[in-house]
């Protein structure tokens, strides 16, 4: 890339332009040097993946399943209180696993 700028003619590409033409052009070069060299990352289309290579997500989820039918099954306020705490154990997971996975 660095090759590449050096090479260019400034001069003779911003030569006897206005200064919305100018940055018109240099705005174009910008993204066609970023097209060519700069490299992105691929995401697939879709929902994505919770990462389920972490135990304590696999732990966690187990355990949020088990509060969600027993929550269904009983009715009581208690089981949904539970279910609530789960819940939120489980995301507090998911987010220090997500956060530990960028890292």
Same mark, same amino acid.
């Given at each position: 890339? @660095? @090759? =590449? %700028? #050096?090479?260019?003619?400034?001069?003779? %590409?911003?030569? &006897?332009? #206005?200064? =919305? *033409?100018?940055?018109?052009?240099?705005?174009?070069?910008?993204n066609d040097l970023c097209e060519k060299f700069v490299l992105y990352k691929n995401i &697939?289309?879709?929902v994505p993946q919770l990462p389920t290579w972490n135990k304590e997500v696999v732990k966690?989820?187990?355990?949020?399943?088990? /509060?969600?039918? /027993? #929550?269904?099954?009983?009715?009581?306020? #208690?089981?949904?209180?539970?279910? =609530?705490?789960?819940?939120? *154990?489980? @995301?507090?997971?998911?987010? &220090? /696993? &997500?956060?530990?996975? =960028?890292?």
């Amino acid at each position: 890339m @660095n @090759n =590449e %700028l #050096s090479n260019m003619d400034w001069v003779q %590409l911003f030569n &006897k332009n #206005s200064y =919305e *033409q100018n940055w018109t052009l240099l705005k174009q070069v910008y993204n066609d040097l970023c097209e060519k060299f700069v490299l992105y990352k691929n995401i &697939k289309p879709g929902v994505p993946q919770l990462p389920t290579w972490n135990k304590e997500v696999v732990k966690d989820k187990k355990e949020l399943r088990i /509060a969600k039918v /027993a #929550s269904n099954k009983s009715g009581l306020v #208690s089981d949904k209180i539970l279910f =609530e705490e789960k819940h939120d *154990q489980y @995301n507090d997971t998911i987010l &220090k /696993a &997500k956060i530990a996975h =960028e890292s």
